[in-house]
């Protein structure tokens, strides 16, 4: 974890598209630094959630991306950013059920069309662009203050 | 109930965990579809599941799970039950099948995570 003089850690992932053995790695990884900090579990389960799926669909529809942890005092953020095929239709990709999913990624237990909705359901905050062809970002808030939206 | 209890009900064998067997297990959910796990999940749930890969131990580890159950035999691979072992999920295997391993555990007593309630 690298600290800025903004009172943030930040830390840097590289995830391999295709690489189904790994798929997830990140995802504990980031739950065990979450731990360590302390931070209250109903958190940490939803930002879990929330990097494994975008984690997953780095894996199963990508070729790389990085994603991007920082923690302020404040909220958790999650930038992930991936060289890939992008997503056509983001409104028909955001509904519940809609998958592009091979068979190998559906063995793999996931490719539900699930994974985007869910993320959105565990953010406080969450944005995603693409472009066709060259790939997609998906920024995603988790607030730590109780007070917050949750 | 007991894991232990599950174990004796289930006629499992233990992969990993006969150190846990005194965890108490509130509800239990079954799905082989890791997506929907993800989604309906909730911590402290008894996972069943027939999908033996690593991402299902990864999986039971994000959302808190307390332990797998295996269903039709199957067993997870070296991958997995090593991830296991370093978060202490205990991992069980059953020779029943989905169905009636679930229904087995639910006329016991055990519930489901689900909130639905039936329709009057």
Do not use: W
Not at chain 1, 17 to 32: L, Q, V, Y
Not at chain 2, 10 to 17: D, H, M, N, S, T
Not at chain 2, 32 to 56: C, E, R, Y
């Amino acid at each position: 974890m690298t600290m800025s003089d903004k009172n943030e850690l930040s830390q840097r992932f590289e995830i391999k598209g295709g690489d189904f053995s790994r798929a997830g790695k990140t995802s504990t990884i980031i739950k065990e630094i979450l731990q360590e900090l302390g931070i209250d579990s109903s958190i940490i389960v939803r930002t879990s959630i929330a990097s494994y799926e975008a984690e997953m669909n780095v894996v199963m529809y990508a070729q790389r991306g990085v994603l991007t942890l920082s923690i302020t005092p404040e909220k958790l953020y999650l930038k992930l950013e991936d060289e890939g095929p992008g997503i056509e239709n983001i409104d028909l990709a955001m509904q519940e059920g809609f998958s592009t999913a091979t068979d190998e990624m559906r063995e793999m237990g996931f490719g539900a069309g699930m994974g985007l909705p869910n993320i959105k359901k565990n953010a406080d905050k969450f944005e995603i662009s693409s472009t066709p062809g060259k790939g997609t970002t998906l920024d995603i808030i988790i607030c730590l203050d109780k007070t917050g939206k949750r | 109930m007991t894991l232990k209890e599950i174990k004796e009900l289930l006629e499992a064998e233990v992969i990993y965990g006969n150190d846990h067997l005194d965890l108490e297990i509130k509800f239990a959910g079954g799905s082989d579809l890791m997506s929907d796990v993800l989604a309906f999940g909730k911590p402290g749930i008894l996972l069943l599941t027939g999908l033996s890969n690593a991402q299902s131990v990864r999986t039971a580890n994000i959302i808190d799970a307390k332990a797998i159950v295996y269903v039709r035999g199957k067993k997870p691979d070296k991958i997995g039950i090593e991830l296991a072992r370093e978060k202490g999920i205990p991992l069980l295997s059953t020779r029943y099948m989905m169905y009636t391993a679930c229904g087995l555990l639910f006329s016991q007593g055990l519930p489901g995570v689900s909130k639905l309630t039936p329709k009057k």
